[in-house]
């Protein structure tokens, strides 16, 4: 069944968002090839950036099923679940500009996306790291005794790691409200998942450790809505974890801002026909639940918003050294 039509509008401008922050991103990246056509640019964002543009559905479909306390543990690639979680474009860019008034103050850039109040307990540049920390949230929320549940989000990459296992394991053997989320976009890095990955299914390896696995198609937002509402109820009642496998794709390269060339172009292609917002909209068309004029907004505003972010990036200052964390006790 269909959310209710303001719930549908508020994951499309969602969509949006996310598809024009990163476009943003894009443009202002900083790298040599880049700064010889457009040298205005440079040292807007440097350092790493990873894009997940077309994987939007996933995102906001996971996000659009949670209260505004649960937990979010992100990817390197997570400036998508970060908006779909609430966060405001101004500081998610000032962040990735290494800007005073970023999320994280300017230290964490793009991988490393940090809000107490939106529940995101960070993204992070190791592979699979996440899914403890995730783990860990979810047990926290158990022992405190809350209605909290804990989301990891990661590649099929990280299923590969040992940190997957043994978080999967522990989740299961207490119960923790967890929701295991794998955006299997079929590469780690630059490595196809078809030599790397077995079986091809991440979602299968749920039987191990005795919880539901679940795969989705991670282009319809819909589909991945109905699947993470039905996966946060079963962990908010004391029921335990989930795993979900949205089977979804980027249509940018690995890293450097998306601005290198894609592994496999026909593939690409092919994906590009599946693009998430594009599947939405027909959707909304069809059922009644979005105009010309309700989209031309969504777009707009969600430019505008993008627009404004650069802006407000470009002109907070740097951080002084004054506002580094500093942990006690070690020299500096």
């Not at 970060?82 to 991988?111: N, Q, T, V, W």
């Not at 989705?216 to 946060?232: C, F, I, M, P, T």
């Not at 292609?269 to 639940?289: V, Y």
Request: hydrophobic share 40%; charged share 25%; with cysteine.
């Amino acid at each position: 069944m269909m959310p209710e039509k303001q719930k549908c509008l508020e994951m499309l401008r969602r969509m949006y968002r996310i598809r024009f922050f990163e476009a943003r991103v894009r443009d202002h990246y900083d790298y040599t090839s880049y700064l010889r056509d457009n040298p205005e640019n440079e040292g807007v964002i440097s350092g790493a950036a990873h894009l997940a543009i077309g994987q939007e559905a996933a995102e906001v479909g996971v996000c659009a099923a949670l209260e505004p306390d649960d937990f979010v543990a992100s990817t390197h690639r997570g400036h998508g679940h970060a908006i779909a979680k609430g966060a405001d474009l101004k500081p998610m860019m000032a962040e990735l500009m290494g800007r005073k008034h970023g999320y994280s103050g300017g230290c964490g850039g793009s991988m490393h996306i940090f809000s107490s109040e939106l529940g995101l307990i960070g993204g992070n540049g190791i592979v699979g790291a996440q899914i403890p920390i995730a783990t860990g949230a979810a047990f926290s929320a158990k022992y405190r005794g809350t209605r909290q549940v804990a989301v990891a989000f990661f590649s099929e990459g990280a299923a590969n790691q040992g940190a997957f296992h043994e978080a999967l394991n522990m989740a299961a053997l207490w119960d923790l409200p967890a929701v295991y989320v794998c955006e299997n976009n079929l590469y780690a890095a630059t490595t196809p998942a078809t030599i790397t990955l077995s079986p091809p299914d991440v979602a299968v390896k749920s039987a191990a450790y005795d919880m539901p696995g679940i795969i989705v198609n991670g282009q319809d937002v819909l589909e991945v809505y109905r699947v993470a509402s039905e996966a946060v109820a079963r962990a908010r009642a004391g029921n335990g974890p989930t795993l979900v496998e949205c089977k979804t794709y980027r249509f940018v390269s690995h890293a450097g801002g998306g601005k290198g060339d894609h592994n496999n172009p026909e593939e690409l292609e092919t994906w590009k026909r599946k693009d998430p917002i594009a599947l939405f909209e027909r959707k909304l068309f069809d059922a009644g639940r979005l105009t010309d004029r309700q989209k031309q907004t969504i777009i707009s505003e969600a430019e505008a918003a993008a627009r404004e972010a650069v802006d407000y990036g470009k002109q907070s200052p740097y951080p002084e050294f004054d506002d580094m964390p500093v942990t006690p006790g070690v020299p500096v």
